[in-house]
């Protein structure tokens, strides 16, 4: 392998406007860390989910924002107020230079300002813009507000995610959490404007991308569709484990430190695997009677699967911390994993040995933070963190006066009047 | 005339199965690259076991409803590449095509003889993505991954749940199909390097890491504030706060209230709507929905703070109300007065009661040989020059491959004869199915 860290990122040279709030950032995160220089525009006084938090050492302020930290490193930012001349008449310059902009206004507010794409796309033909919105720009929920939460339900994560009546009786349907409406909309939205960008290197033109986050949360449940469409089944919440139209056994297993397993067993119980399942759970003295010679039989081990699982099993993983179940099993060939907090992520040596952590150098507080890297090791073009999130306005001088030629004193007349 | 495709022009060799590969390739076929799926019946994952064939077809290789939806838009080549006469085939494959994609574990490929200095030998500037569970780095790289498996190893099942329950986790494989798309995004950005720069590479995905930076915001908690994610209160369910416990952010937005999911009528399994108010600008204006009720008055929901606090009565008195309405006019009331609301929809709500979803076309009829008409999922997005379709129903098994080995690869039809009778193209004592019998005529 090359020394691939010193090298740019496979969308290295591309010149990306963003002008999105907390549902298109990730998008562009990704975008930026896939090497592109991505210059986020904000409102004058900063984006408003600068002010989500947690905040560094709780102390809330926009530059503090663990959130807005995070998902906007490897951009440059700017400010720039688009209700006025001047700041539409800058945008239009910036547009001109650029090879993608994505935005996340409600549809049809670009163009009240004279700024959607057909009207910027006469001056750069290969002009590739994406709009990424919460239910896209056309239909009866064009115009409704959302919210994570809201997307996870409507789009059907919620109808999929939940308990089982003995663990949560009368539970609801659960909402994962993290904020994962926004990032199943940023991939989507990813995937479409590296498909422009590949047709472009060939073909040399632009377009405009229509990309709904509900749309892809609505793609983003697994079997859910096909067992209604193909058999018309609707299926049950289960606790920890998929969703079914009947219930199956449990998947989840407290361990002896208090957090849990997900260890699939039901389904794979053939005499073979019962073999290695016993030498699995003596490692603890566990194996009960799995070593009977009664187990040959397929069918003794179907009558049996209860005593397997809820005895057997789960005895054997309260027995142990979860960690160690979860390596002595995958060391065995289990496809088995502790249920772990993403903080105890921090401890494992698999993600030490692909050097996934990135030191972020945060030079204004003389502070580096350690934020979670890139899904995949590139060998000749590295997806990497480039650098922390912007300050509000920290490349006004270095986009409008070095790039776009504007004066110190014009831009101190353009801060002034709340252009910048 | 037909609409120019972003992919055009690009072929894709598929060793991928199950789900988080296919749902990859799937949308690279939409795209409009070829995708030639490499199958072989008797180490077969994806179209076996099915639990989504219809109730009237048999169980069998061709029948099942989520390998169709998963795999539209490919052609299928049955060919058994642990044979060196298969091995040679393939390569013969890899050297006219432009990305190599699969999601075996971690060393299987190169056992093969395809690791990724062999497939730089068959075709110099290939993009290789392998998209195996905890990657083809680490020391963990042997470990093996389902979806639940990687989401729980990651951090994000222990995101989903009640306080003081255990984890209620994903009700889905969430990161095949996120695996997928990133399998996806691996796939176009190497493309689009190389067309810039004429270069191939290895792409090393890991289903198990792409899990973890989508737990950006918790992990920065502790790594810079030194708060970890086990803690009372969390994860608090669908509200933004447990009432009781510290008042920290949960990281999915603001910390308001209300948050939650409310019981609508008549009340059964699905009948939930979820209601979110940012601002006491929002809430006063759900309050003029409910018909400002008297409760609503009291000084203790007046405002944010409060409301958080008071959040087992505010979520009282608001499900009393969302019970008398059914979800769906519930969310046009409330989205009508400006207020955040949306139905739990099932997958039978979204496919058949979502205005939105229908407006925008997401579920098309399509023809399948085993199937017949159903309906196919959409891409989610439109785009103006190159849109993203379904051209074609999934592959039957080895449906394609004397497309594949004569037109394509160039072999003689008698090469594809002496291929089916020694084991090559499908296995010697596995009955041949009816179109195989129509290729060799």
Redesign the interface.
């Given at each position: 392998m090359n020394d691939a860290q010193s090298l740019p990122g496979?969308?290295v040279?591309l010149r990306i406007l963003e002008l999105a709030n907390?549902t298109g950032q990730f998008c562009g995160k990704?975008l930026g860390d896939?090497g592109a220089d991505v210059v986020k525009i904000e409102p004058p006084g900063g984006e408003p989910n600068r002010?989500?938090?947690?905040f560094?050492?709780?102390v809330p302020h926009p530059e503090r924002s663990?959130?807005f930290?995070?998902?906007n490193t490897s951009k440059r930012g700017i400010t720039l107020n688009l209700e006025t001349a001047d700041g539409r008449r800058l945008f239009r310059q910036l547009a001109a230079a650029s090879d993608v902009i994505l935005e996340t206004f409600r549809p049809g507010s670009l163009a009240s300002l004279g700024l959607d794409y057909e009207s910027l796309r006469p001056q750069n033909p290969g002009l590739i813009m994406?709009a990424l919105t919460p239910?896209?720009q056309?239909?009866?929920?064009?115009d409704?507000?959302?919210?994570?939460?809201?997307?996870?339900?409507?789009?059907?994560?919620?109808?999929?995610?939940?308990?089982d009546e003995a663990?949560?009786p009368n539970?609801?349907?659960?909402?994962?959490?993290?904020?994962?409406a926004w990032?199943?909309?940023g991939?989507?939205?990813?995937?479409?404007i590296?498909?422009?960008?590949?047709?472009r290197?060939?073909?040399g033109?632009g377009?405009?991308?229509?990309?709904?986050?509900?749309?892809?949360c609505?793609?983003?449940?697994?079997?859910?569709?096909?067992?209604?469409?193909?058999?018309?089944e609707?299926?049950?919440?289960?606790?920890?484990?998929?969703?079914a139209?009947n219930p199956t056994p449990r998947?989840?297993f407290?361990a002896k430190d208090g957090t849990?397993?997900?260890a699939?067993v039901a389904g794979r119980l053939t005499p073979k695997y019962i073999g290695e399942l016993a030498d699995l759970l003596d490692i603890n003295g566990m194996a009960g009677d799995l070593r009977d010679f009664k187990y040959q039989d397929p069918a003794v081990i179907a009558t049996n699967t209860s005593h397997i699982i809820d005895d057997l099993v789960a005895n054997f993983i309260a027995s142990l911390p979860a960690e160690e179940v979860?390596h002595a099993a995958?060391q065995r060939?289990f496809?088995?994993?502790?249920?772990?907090?993403?903080?105890?992520?921090?401890e494992d040596?698999?993600?030490h040995?692909?050097s996934?952590w990135k030191e972020v150098e945060h030079p204004e507080l003389g502070r580096s933070?350690?934020?979670?890297?890139?899904?995949?090791?590139?060998?000749?073009?590295p997806?990497q963190i480039s650098r922390r999130a912007p300050l509000i306005g920290e490349h006004n001088t270095e986009i409008f006066c070095g790039e776009l030629g504007l004066s110190r004193s014009e831009l101190c007349v353009l801060a002034e009047s709340r252009v910048i | 005339m037909p609409r120019p495709r972003a992919l055009e022009n690009i072929r894709v060799v598929d060793f991928s199965w199950v789900r988080a590969g296919p749902w990859a390739t799937r949308w690279l076929g939409a795209l409009g690259a070829e995708i030639i799926k490499i199958e072989w019946p008797e180490n077969e994952r994806g179209r076996l076991p099915s639990t989504t064939t219809p109730q009237h077809l048999e169980v069998n290789l061709n029948t099942s409803g989520n390998f169709n939806d998963t795999n539209v838009n490919k052609k299928s080549l049955s060919l058994n590449v642990r044979t060196s006469k298969g091995l040679e085939i393939v390569k013969r494959l890899i050297a006219i095509s432009d990305i190599v994609i699969e999601n075996f574990s971690s060393r299987v490929l190169q056992n093969w003889g395809l690791g990724y200095q062999e497939l730089c030998k068959v075709k110099s500037d290939i993009v290789y993505v392998s998209m195996s569970g905890y990657g083809h780095t680490g020391r963990h790289h042997h470990y093996t991954t389902f979806g639940p498996v990687a989401q729980a190893a990651s951090g994000l099942t222990y995101l989903s749940g009640l306080p003081d329950k255990p984890p209620a986790g994903w009700g889905w494989s969430y990161m095949d199909d996120t695996g997928g798309m990133y399998g996806a995004m691996c796939a176009l950005t190497g493309l689009y390097y190389r067309n810039m720069t004429g270069q191939g590479q290895h792409i090393d995905l890991s289903q198990m890491v792409s899990g973890v930076p989508l737990n950006g915001p918790v992990l920065l908690d502790f790594t810079a504030n030194g708060r970890g994610s086990r803690r009372a209160g969390y994860p608090p369910g669908n509200r933004a706060h447990w009432p009781g416990t510290p008042l920290v952010n949960n990281y999915r937005g603001p910390t308001v209230a209300p948050h939650n999911a409310y019981r609508t009528h008549p009340g059964e399994y699905n009948d939930w709507c979820v209601i979110v108010c940012h601002s006491d600008e929002e809430w006063q204006r759900l309050v003029q929905v409910m018909g400002a009720p008297s409760w609503a008055a009291s000084a203790q929901f007046a405002a944010g703070v409060g409301r958080l606090q008071h959040q087992q009565e505010l979520d009282e008195q608001i499900e009393a109300w969302s019970m008398t309405l059914g979800k769906y006019e519930l969310t046009e009331r409330c989205q009508a007065a400006g207020v955040r609301a949306l139905p739990v929809q099932s997958a039978e709500d979204r496919v058949e009661h979502d205005p939105q979803l229908r407006h925008r076309e997401m579920y098309l009829d399509m023809e399948h040989p085993a199937l017949g008409r159903h309906k196919v999922q959409n891409a989610p997005f439109k785009l103006s020059e190159t849109p993203a379709v379904n051209r074609l129903p999934s592959p039957l098994i080895g449906q394609h491959t004397q497309e594949i080995v004569e037109e394509l690869l160039g072999y003689s039809h008698e090469e594809l004869r002496v291929g089916f009778a020694d084991g090559t193209f499908w296995p010697t004592k596995r009955a041949r199915l009816p179109y195989m019998e129509e290729m060799l005529r």
């Open positions: 496979p969308l040279g907390e990704l896939l002010n989500v938090g947690p560094l050492d709780d663990l959130s930290w995070y998902y994406c239910f896209g056309t239909g009866p929920w064009r409704y507000l959302s919210s994570d939460l809201l997307h996870m339900a409507a789009g059907g994560a919620m109808a999929s995610s939940g308990y663990d949560v539970a609801p349907p659960i909402a994962p959490g993290g904020g994962n990032h199943t909309g991939h989507f939205a990813c995937m479409a590296m498909a422009a960008l590949v047709h290197t060939v073909a033109q377009q405009y991308i229509d990309a709904s986050i509900h749309e892809a609505a793609l983003t449940t697994e079997a859910a569709v096909a067992n209604y469409i193909y058999r018309g609707v299926l049950r919440r289960q606790t920890g484990r998929h969703h139209a998947t989840q407290r849990y397993v997900c699939l979860y995958q060939g496809t088995w994993a502790a249920v772990r907090a993403p903080e105890q992520l921090l040596p698999h993600l040995d692909r996934f933070f350690v934020y979670p890297g890139a899904p995949a090791i590139y060998n000749e073009s997806w | -």
